[in-house]
């Protein structure tokens, strides 16, 4: 036997922009995935996915006592090869805690240092999110531009140009780093962003079709500059959600040409199942299991090739890389893209994992799908019969955002959102649905009212007041309007920011976006400071008089809401109080005037009344 080929620890920030290179006589390492790990996880146990030339030939022995080969794994693609480790306590002492691992094949060997790195203990990571937040929604390529050097940065798949429809418009994390401070001025607390990870294809600026799955995209940044956006928001008290796609990848992906193994995808560019977009497959008690298999195993279009999650090594890939992002950014949450297309099995396994990792987690799962009941089944600890526990927290309720937008749109009234909440007992967790009123991928709602701005507010108080966790689309504070095309829902952010909190409303341009602007910020600002608004007891009333009354109770706060959807009504409280209990004086909390109720009557003028309950 040769003497091993030593090669020098390398810097971890080279490890994640640059391809690891280790050669000897007849095999080379050219990536390992993940890239590194940590020490102290839960999850000790990982499967290191090792590609090179031949590597499939290799024995692996572990030259580090913390560190145990379990087992590796071939495939019929002779340059991948699995190798299962188990990483050990390590003492505080312990001069060099990186993992040496010798790969011979044959009379060569390669030693390689296999970074293990310390834990954070940072307690502002990895706090999940719930009733106390609202989320705003960044599209990230459509945010805000604080890097133009990166805007051309060269993707020879790309078909559109900078500034085109369906083409790349500069943002960038760096534009949502200097805008912190604004959205911290709006009074949203958590951050969602679409994805950032690499995108080498011909239509790039989505980024739900990533080609590299441990890289950020460098016309976004890097993987330092997410790691930084998240330090300094959490600095600032804004939590931070990723946007994390299990289901598929892009088409330029390397495995499309050279997959680890046969079954990696279901089916192949030429021979694969069409989407099927039947999302009650995997609940559906009469449903058949082509019905099951075609919606699993479709691809959701031709250019994103679906993963087979049902083969353990992909199941592994996913899981461990879903853990590095959450540890190496420090997150707090996670939306899941296309939750009823995977396989339910393997995101069950999925979502109990980091869950494992990290108990103050939240995770939201996108199942599109506007009725109660098939959503609660997706939820964790359902009241409904399955095979076995979803394990995903929360989900996004498009019940109620369907509710809304046909009240926004004229299409039905305060009825149907009515009986939607009214359907909550279906749900394990009501307080854990996501609420919105549009998001990414449908009309913005300003445009679905067709420019009622009083609709809008009425839509937005109600998610920001009714149960759940609110979420905002960027720019719909400020009165942004398209539809019909996803690059007009998906328009740049207008609203120039230069630091100066005092003087935003002056940059405003759209149509009543200073109103909007105004009212958003009011309504937010109630929240942070009445607990009620947020997490508070709902009880509501049948709707009439074209009015959707409720109260929110906490801690003996009681506020009162009157959504009133046209003119100046008289609303008799006495219809909603037992008698004798109706508030003597009621605070209107937008104007922080008392009114006296003396005769259990009061006007309302304004589309959205919030009034707390005061006792004389």
């Known amino acids: 036997m040769t003497k091993p080929k030593r090669i020098l620890p390398y810097i971890f920030v080279l490890l994640l922009i640059s391809p690891l290179y280790f050669s000897a006589q007849n095999f080379s390492i050219s990536k390992i995935e993940p890239p590194n790990w940590w020490y102290g996880m839960k999850k000790n146990k990982i499967q ?25 794994i071939k495939t019929t693609n002779p340059n991948y090869l699995f190798v299962n480790i188990r990483i050990d306590s390590v003492n505080t002492g312990t001069a060099n805690r990186n993992a040496m ?11 390689i240092y296999y970074p293990l790195l310390k834990r954070s203990s940072n307690r502002n990571k990895h706090q999940g999110f719930n009733q106390d937040d609202v989320i705003y929604l960044i599209f990230t390529d459509r945010f805000v531009n604080g890097n133009t050097s990166n805007d051309t940065v060269e993707n020879k798949y790309e078909e559109f140009p900078v500034g085109d429809l369906n083409g790349r418009h500069g943002g960038d994390i760096e534009g949502v780093i200097k805008y912190l401070d604004y959205l911290k001025f709006v009074g949203v607390t958590a951050l969602w962003l679409t994805p950032v990870l690499e995108n080498k ?7 739900y079709a990533a080609t590299d799955l441990y890289k950020i995209d460098p016309r976004f940044g890097s993987n330092g500059l997410y790691k930084a956006l ?14 994390h796609v299990s289901n598929h990848i892009g088409i330029n992906h390397p ?52 993963l087979n999650q049902s083969n353990p090594l992909v199941a592994n890939y996913l899981i461990q890389n879903t853990i590095w992002w959450i540890e190496y950014l420090g997150i707090d949450g996670i939306r899941e893209d296309t939750y009823s297309y995977s396989g339910q099995k393997y995101l069950s396994r999925w979502a109990k994992t980091i869950l494992e990792e990290y108990p103050d987690f939240n995770i939201v799962g996108e199942i599109w799908k506007g009725d109660p009941a098939f959503l609660a089944k997706y939820q964790r600890n359902t009241v409904f019969p399955r095979k076995f526990d979803s394990n995903l927290p929360a989900v996004f309720d498009f019940a109620l955002a ?37 998001n990414h991928d449908i009309d913005r709602a300003l445009y679905v009212a067709k420019g009622d701005i009083d609709k809008v507010k009425i839509g937005l108080a109600l998610i920001f007041t009714t149960r759940g966790i609110p979420q905002i689309l960027y720019g719909t504070e400020i009165g942004m309007n398209g539809g019909g095309h996803h690059g007009k829902i998906r328009a740049p952010f207008p609203l120039e920011f230069n630091g100066d909190t005092l003087h935003i409303e002056q940059n405003i341009t759209a149509a009543n976006g200073k109103e909007l602007f105004g009212f958003v910020r009011k309504i937010l600002n109630l929240r942070k400071e009445h607990p009620a608004l947020r997490s508070g007891k709902l009880i509501h009333y049948p709707p009439g008089e074209n009015l959707y009354i409720y109260k929110k109770i906490k801690n003996g706060e009681k506020i009162l809401v009157i959504l009133n959807g046209d003119g100046n009504k008289t609303v008799d409280l006495g219809n909603i109080y037992p008698a004798g209990t109706v508030p003597e004086i009621l605070q209107d909390l937008f104007t922080g005037k008392n009114l006296n109720v003396p005769d259990g009557k009061i006007e309302v003028t304004n589309p959205v009344n919030i009034f707390l309950e005061k006792l004389r």
Not at 201 to 207: A, D, E, F, K
Not at 230 to 241: C, E, F, N, T, Y
């Open 101 to 111: 691992l010798q790969f011979t094949c044959g009379t060569s060997d390669t030693v």
């Open 230 to 243: 998240v330090d300094s928001a959490h600095g600032k008290g804004l939590k931070i959600i990723m946007d």
């Open 402 to 438: 369907d509710a809304i937008r046909d009240f926004l749109s004229g299409k039905s009234g305060f009825r149907k959102i009515y009986e939607t909440i009214a359907k909550d007992f279906v749900y394990a967790d009501p307080n854990n649905l996501v609420t919105f009123i549009d």
């Open 201 to 207: 294809m011909w239509m790039s600026y989505h980024g």
């Open 48 to 72: 290191l996915m090792v590609y090179g030339k031949n590597i499939a030939g290799a024995t692996v022995k572990s030259l580090s006592g913390h560190v145990k080969i379990l087992g590796t």
């Open 255 to 306: 495995w499309v040409n050279n997959p680890p193994c046969a079954d990696w995808f279901n089916g192949t560019p030429e021979n694969h199942l069409p989407a099927h977009h039947d999302k009650l497959a995997f609940i559906d008690i009469h449903g058949d299991s082509l019905t099951y298999r075609k919606t699993e195993k479709g691809w959701f279009t031709s250019y994103m090739p679906d």
